[in-house]
């Protein structure tokens, strides 16, 4: 049996047409903003989502600012917060960045000056700037210069874990999050201060996170 080329591409063009997927990726469509504190109606998963970060950094500041051996002392604390010894043992994907960045700036702000925030994550620029200025190659700047950058007295360190129970037949998941926050004693070892924040989701988890 003989076919003709029109024929072949005639059938191969019905083919490929009869499988994509129907997605609505019209022209123009408006981009829509979502509020960062509440569930999306249209996209949730399992995983740790925007209003999860903002309700337990929000939580954490209070804490923090609550204790008086951080935050009531004549002379103000330094601390550090970074992402640096906050580790994420979960099986959720999440950038840490996003919940120490947010813990530093809200508590910055809402400290106003009763802790001293140690830029520890910005240290090779400032040793760039320093060694430049003491080689001669940039002025010494309008502000005081000083032998040693600051030490700190306090630094954040933390985890996410997570436990995970599967139900095949429906396909449902419920992912349990414990994360713990702590400010740790950078001379004497101890731990003055402790957080801890934990909920639990259950859904068809069929939400990509990155």
């Known amino acids: 049996m003989k076919y003709s080329l029109s024929s072949i591409a005639c059938v191969c063009l019905l083919a490929g047409c009869a499988s994509q997927p129907t997605l609505n990726n019209s022209a123009g469509r408006a981009t829509v903003y979502q509020d960062v504190n509440s569930v999306s109606s249209t996209m949730a998963g399992v ?9 337990m950094t929000d939580k954490m500041v209070r804490d923090i600012l609550s204790n008086p051996q951080i935050a009531g002392r004549s002379t103000p604390a330094r601390v550090i ?11 959720s994907r999440i950038n840490k960045n996003l919940i120490t960045d947010r813990l530093r700036v809200e508590l910055n ?5 009763r802790l001293v925030f140690v830029a520890r994550h910005y240290g090779s620029m400032v040793a760039n700037e320093r060694d430049a200025k003491r080689a001669g190659e940039r002025d010494g700047g309008t502000i005081r210069s000083t032998k040693a950058v600051a030490g700190g007295d306090f630094r954040l360190g933390g985890r996410i874990a997570s436990m995970d129970a599967n139900q095949r037949s429906t396909g449902m998941v419920s992912r349990y999050h414990q994360i713990t926050f702590e ?3 950078l001379e004497y070892e101890t731990i003055p201060w402790s957080g801890i924040y934990e909920f639990r989701k259950e859904a068809q988890d069929d939400i990509l996170y990155r």
């Open 47 to 55: 995983g740790m989502e925007s209003q999860d970060i903002v309700s």
């Open 81 to 91: 917060v970074d992402s640096a010894y906050f580790t994420n043992d979960s099986s």
């Open 109 to 113: 702000r809402a400290a106003a000056g």
């Open 183 to 185: 400010l740790v004693d």
